[in-house]
Structures are given as structure tokens and as C-alpha cells.
């Protein structure tokens, strides 16, 4: 998989937050996103996602526009921003719940994922129960459950304990070298030295990579 983004803007009325943006994703790697609050990170990866439209330019999926054709990636799972599910719904409800839209996995599978961000002991407790790392985690476990060929996570270590921090990155890692393509935004350093290939620099809507 290729993802070319090319001239894209995004403006919200009077407000240009992405400005003529131009980057490259492919599959075997880890991209990482770097920039203040309010650099345009989030609404670039919405956009990705298919959940916001461009103002101008195109992003193309192996050269094809999902956008013009008004198509969703089915090989793309994603958090952005902070993860919310039901709050009535244990931990593994909501994974159950969401895995039946595609009907792609069972319990095996959600169990797995789990255990991968260290969750599965806290399975059956209701997600209203949960934590700031322990949703975060939900999150991740949501992303990686159905084996997608795209990865996107928007400040994924967010209240997570170091020990969990090291395990899902080596996991990305893994997930690396079985081909898959991986976008990570995070505003700490260590984390996007640790796992990046490449790394594109937000500021103020523009993006570099010097």
C-alpha cells in the first residue's frame, strides 16, 4: 500500500489549518507526526480516515482517489484524538460489539488483542470503570483486533504505564515487519525517536521534514 498526499489544504471558514501539504506513506513502515497541539495533526489524520474532505488537492491510495469515488478503506483502523465507546459496555463488549460490523474475527482474536496492550485481566469491567491508560489501551486493542493493513494512532500512550509503552511498541514493530504501514502522532520526543522511520514535522498547518 501507498499513500501519496499531494497539495493538500484544509480550511475551516476563515481558518486554513493544512496548507498546501505534501507527504508519502508506505507499507513495511513507521511514520511518525510531530508538532505542538493545534499544528494540524489531527484534522491531517482525519482526513486520511476519510472523515473530513479536503479544501484542495488529493490523497491518493495506491493511486486511486477514495475521496472522488466516496469510498471507505476497509483495511484501515484508526484512533484519533481520545477513544470513546460505550460507557455501560464492559471492556470486551465493546470490542465484541465492534468486531460485528465486519464479522471478520471472534473471541480469539479480541482476547489476543487484549492481552497485546496488557487489558485482558480488566476485560469485564465497564468501560465507565476504566482509567485514562486503560481506555487508551481499549483503543489500541480496537486497532489491532482485525489485523489492518493501515494503522493510524493519534497520541496513542496517553496515561499508559511504561511497562505497556515498551510491549505495544515493540508489538508496532512487529506489525512493521509483516508489511504494514503505521502513522503515529505523538508530541513526545522519545516515543517517535523510538519507533519512526521517517518523520514529518507539523507547524502552524505546514509540514517539513527537515
Known amino acids: 500500500m ?40 489531527s484534522v491531517f489524520l482525519k482526513i486520511l480516515c476519510g472523515l473530513y474532505k479536503v479544501t484542495t488537492g488529493e490523497i491518493l491510495f495506491d493511486q486511486k482517489s477514495y475521496d472522488k469515488d466516496n469510498l471507505y478503506l476497509l483495511n484501515m483502523r484508526a484512533i484519533i484524538e481520545k477513544p470513546n465507546f ?3 459496555l464492559t471492556g470486551y463488549e465493546n470490542l465484541e460489539l465492534l468486531a460485528k460490523i ?5 473471541k480469539k482474536e479480541i482476547e489476543e488483542a487484549l492481552k497485546k496492550v496488557n487489558l485482558y485481566e480488566e476485560k469485564d469491567k465497564r468501560y465507565s470503570e476504566y482509567s485514562l491508560g486503560m481506555k487508551q489501551k ?28 515498551k510491549k505495544i511498541s515493540r508489538i508496532l514493530k512487529e506489525e512493521k515487519e509483516k508489511g504494514k504501514l503505521i502513522i503515529i502522532s505523538t508530541h513526545i520526543k522519545e516515543d517517535l525517536d523510538n519507533l519512526s522511520d521517517f518523520i514529518y514535522y507539523f507547524d502552524a498547518g505546514e509540514v517539513h521534514t527537515k
Open 2 to 41: 501507498k499513500i501519496e498526499v499531494k497539495n493538500v489544504s484544509k480550511r475551516f471558514r476563515k481558518t486554513m489549518v493544512l496548507n498546501n501539504v505534501n507527504a508519502s506513506f508506505e507499507s513495511g513502515h513507521i511514520y511518525g507526526l510531530s508538532g505542538r497541539n493545534g499544528s494540524g495533526k
Open 86 to 88: 460505550f460507557p455501560e
Open 102 to 106: 465486519q464479522n471478520k474475527i471472534g
Open 138 to 165: 481499549l483503543g489500541i486493542a480496537q486497532v489491532l483486533m482485525e489485523d489492518p493493513d493501515i494503522i493510524i494512532l493519534d497520541e496513542p500512550f496517553n496515561g499508559i504505564e511504561n511497562e505497556s509503552v
